[in-house]
Nanobody, 127 residues
Framework: QVPVVESGGGLVQAGGSLRLSCAVS??????????ADWYRQRSGLEREVVSV???????NYADFVKGRFTASRDNAKTTVYLQMDDLQPEDSGEYYC???????????????????WGQGILVTVSS
């Protein structure tokens, strides 16, 4: 089990900003972050992709967040971020990070590919 801590969610007024963080490992096994995605699930709807970041930091965004959201990552800290600006009430929902990483397996003395999900964090935007 790879520890993951999401933070930065909360309540904000329309037009405001939040920055979500997803810190991977934090004292757990050694992890290499190769890519990271952000998803969200709004009330009564299915989970949808917000952004997809590849290993070279190239990022694609869903049309509904283009120009407002920016994903980034700090490999040294194994942390990924989602800067959300000009938030609107329809952006309210549970946000999840999904990290494509490699986890060091001690008894094998090597890294193995691993998909790591955040626990989800609530974002509420009031009108």
């Amino acid at each position: 089990q790879v520890p993951v801590v999401e933070s930065g969610g909360g309540l904000v007024q329309a037009g405001g900003s939040l920055r979500l963080s997803c810190a991977v490992s934090g004292g757990g096994p050694r992890v290499i972050v190769n890519g990271a995605d952000w998803y969200r699930q709004r009330s009564g709807l299915e989970r949808e992709v917000v952004s997809v970041m590849s290993s070279d930091h190239t990022t694609n965004y869903a049309d509904f967040v283009k120009g407002r959201f920016t994903a980034s990552r700090d490999n040294a800290k194994t942390t990924v971020y989602l800067q959300m600006d000009d938030l609107q009430p329809e952006d309210s929902g549970e946000y999840y990070c999904h990290v494509h990483g490699e986890v060091f397996v001690v008894h094998e003395s090597r890294y193995r590919n691993h998909q790591i999900w955040g626990q989800g964090i609530l974002v509420t935007v009031s009108s």
